[in-house]
Every structure is written in structure tokens, then in C-alpha cells.
């Protein structure tokens, strides 16, 4: 068992950063593949980007292109969404979500979700 917790959410108007944090606990976490997915209302779950424990790091590209940075603390068991220049369409919760071995964008390859944090941004 992995159990994550993500924190870090909040509201912030359009331009501003956030950054959400998600920590692991339970199996060794460097052995899992770490993604970001959010889920704006009435929406389905999007893939935001992944990191292997290597730091090797893949995005959703279409829609956070240059704007959100992954990044994972081993010695932590943390993995880190940093999250600039926020756009109202932004607005969705937050989950990470751990799988063994490679990366993936797909929702369904993953094993383990967070209960995920809640991120709003106003126009």
C-alpha cells in the first residue's frame, strides 16, 4: 500500500503561482511512477504530468505547456506541482497518483490516489 496526501491547494487570481505538494507514505516510494491529475466540475479526470525516480518528467502539454513543473524529493517522498502563471480554466482538484515502474497518462494505469486538494483560480 501507498497512501498519499496532497496539500497545498487554495484560491489565487489569474497570474498568480501555487505550488502542491504530495507526500507518500508506506511502500518505497522511489520505485513508483508519480503523476498529477486534475478533475475540473462536470469534467473528466485530465492528465497533468508524470515523474519516474529518476526526475525524468512528462506534461499534458496542450494545457500546461512551460506554465507547471513537476518535480520529486526522494529522501522526502515528496512529489512537488509548481504552478505558474495560473489561468482561471485551472480550476479543478488536484490529485496525485502512484504507480510502480515507468509513467504513464493514463488514469487508469495508476494504483494509488490522493484524496486531492482543491485549486481555484479567479479572472
Known amino acids: 500500500q501507498v497512501q498519499l496526501v496532497e496539500s497545498g491547494g487554495g484560491l489565487v487570481q489569474a497570474g498568480d503561482s501555487l505550488r502542491l505538494f504530495c507526500a507518500a507514505s508506506?511502500?518505497?516510494?522511489?520505485?513508483?511512477?508519480m503523476g498529477w491529475f486534475r478533475q475540473a466540475p462536470w469534467k473528466g479526470r485530465e492528465f497533468v504530468g508524470a515523474i519516474v525516480f529518476s526526475g525524468i518528467t512528462t506534461y499534458n502539454s496542450d494545457s500546461v505547456k512551460g506554465r507547471f513543473t513537476i518535480s520529486r524529493n526522494n529522501a522526502k517522498n515528496t512529489v512537488y506541482l509548481q504552478m505558474n502563471n495560473l489561468k482561471p480554466e485551472d480550476t479543478a482538484i488536484y490529485y496525485c497518483?502512484?504507480?510502480?515502474?515507468?509513467?504513464?497518462?493514463?488514469?487508469?494505469?495508476?494504483?494509488?490516489w490522493g484524496q486531492g486538494t482543491q485549486v481555484t483560480v479567479s479572472s
Open positions: 497518483a502512484a504507480r510502480w515502474g515507468i509513467s504513464s497518462r493514463s488514469k487508469d494505469e495508476y494504483t494509488y
Open positions: 508506506g511502500r518505497t516510494f522511489s520505485n513508483y511512477a
